[in-house]
């Protein structure tokens, strides 16, 4: 149990958000209000589906409230400023607050940020630290204001990134480091520190296309790109005239033409070096080995992947 109960609001909407929404409730705040994205249809068979805070608050039994927009929709932040909220916490919650309701907790709105800032303030931030090959990351928790993580920082925590650590293994750690950052965010109130002027660097949003395998690149810089884009939106190249997705692999020595195979077991040339494939999916196909692969479908030495 929190040594001071507060009564707040939580803002989120993806997986990594739901360890802080389950941390909160277990410490005895009094959660008002949980904002997550509205349900919208998802896979198959587009399945109008709660994103995962929402369907977290759902099983809590908390207030869930899904408003498409927040900006220039006063009714919606009356509301929240009818709450009479101590603090709010937010965790990639996908919407800009507009300063009302920065403004209406007493305490103002805390953010759940996956990196060191002003590393890699933005959107895809996890992914960034791996592609860059950073050699740790973390989260910061800051006292949100109109700009773009520009805020004050309340506390730190820093994480290693190893040479194989994928943006799908620090998701998990990070999604538990910032639920526990936030409880002591809320107990201990620390005093802000603007961030420094120095080190500012941005995570763009990424896209499906950001995934498609450049063999001109180093083997090294290929390898962070499989592990950084790892699950979303994941790597693949052009194999025969259809999209194979690269799941898993690791640089080794190796030369030739940027995609030729060099080999029959799915060492590829790169700019620098090679990249041997461990793991890959074909369309509508499981997940699978290398040599599972291979043993129904041959990839010849001088076969090329674009």
């Not at 002003?118 to 740790?136: C, F, H, S």
């Amino acid at each position: 149990m929190s040594s001071a109960r507060v009564r707040l609001a939580f803002l989120g909407s993806p997986h990594f958000a739901v360890p802080a929404l389950h941390a909160l409730h277990a410490a005895g705040h009094d959660i008002a209000a949980v904002y997550s994205q509205p349900p919208r249809p998802s896979g198959r068979g587009n399945r109008v589906t709660p994103c995962p805070v929402h369907a977290a608050a759902m099983v809590l039994g908390l207030p869930i409230r899904t408003p498409a927009r927040l900006r220039r929709n006063l009714d919606d932040q009356a509301a929240f400023a009818a709450l009479d909220l101590d603090a709010a916490v937010v965790a990639a919650y996908g919407q800009i607050l507009p300063q009302a309701m920065l403004d209406a907790p007493r305490r103002g709105c805390l953010n759940i940020h996956a990196s060191l800032l002003p590393r890699w303030r933005g959107a895809g931030p996890i992914q960034a630290a791996v592609l860059a090959g950073d050699t740790e990351t973390g989260v910061t928790i800051m006292q949100m204001d109109a700009g773009l993580d520009t805020g004050a920082m309340l506390l730190r925590g820093a994480v290693p990134i190893g040479p194989r650590t994928t943006a799908a293994d620090l998701h998990d750690i990070l999604a538990t480091l910032g639920a526990s950052l936030a409880l002591r965010a809320l107990d201990e109130a620390p005093h802000p520190v603007p961030q420094p002027e120095e080190g500012v660097t941005y995570a763009p949003k990424l896209t499906r296309e950001d995934g498609r395998m450049d063999w001109t690149q180093p083997a090294a810089v290929l390898d962070r790109r499989v592990r950084g884009l790892t699950p979303w939106p994941g790597t693949w190249a052009m194999l025969g005239g259809e999209v194979l997705k690269v799941l898993d692999a690791v640089p080794v020595s190796g030369s030739g033409p940027p995609g030729a195979a060099l080999d029959d077991a799915l060492l590829v040339a790169c700019g620098e070096g090679a990249l041997r494939l461990l793991r890959v999916q074909r369309p509508g196909r499981a997940p699978m080995d290398a040599a599972a692969l291979l043993r129904g479908h041959s990839v010849p030495l001088g076969t090329v992947l674009t």
